[in-house]
Nanobody, 130 residues
Framework: QVHLVESGGGLVQAGESLRLSCTAS????????MGWFRQAPGKEREGVSC?????????YYTDSVKGRFTISRDNAKNTLTLQMNGLQPSDTAMYYC??????????????????????WGQGTQVTVSS
């Protein structure tokens, strides 16, 4: 059974940083595209950043986080990380980790739609105060 467990959320002030982690089990981590998604109250889920599977370091970032967030993965530790710098109140949301087995699609399309992601974590809350 696949499990994705997120950690690292919290309450910070604008301009501060957080580092989110997602630890996966029950899957061949290196064979999966991984991503971070977020959903704020009353808004649709948004693909924040995604990373292709092992051997292909292609990444995608939604425009609002480019230059501030960095996604990375450690295949030896089955861990996905999102370093978030320069946080803004608009970044406030529940952040979810998602996984999808490598398929023939661009990482951008997968991340923008999110519909192909088969596995999801329970989420970690990020709240940024002004």
């Amino acid at each position: 059974q696949v499990h994705l467990v997120e950690s690292g959320g919290g309450l910070v002030q604008a301009g501060e940083s957080l580092r989110l982690s997602c630890t996966a089990s029950g899957l061949t981590f290196g064979d999966h595209y991984m991503g971070w998604f977020r959903q704020a109250p009353g808004k649709e889920r948004e693909g924040v950043s995604c990373m292709a599977s092992d051997g292909d370091g292609t990444t995608y970032y939604t425009d609002s986080v480019k230059g501030r967030f960095t996604i990375s993965r450690d295949n030896a530790k089955n861990t996905l990380t999102l370093q978030m710098n320069g946080l803004q109140p608009s970044d406030t949301a529940m952040y979810y980790c998602g996984a999808v087995r490598r398929i023939r699609s661009s990482i951008e399309h997968l991340c923008r739609t999110g519909v192909y992601f088969a596995y999801w974590g329970q989420g970690t809350q990020v709240t940024v105060s002004s």
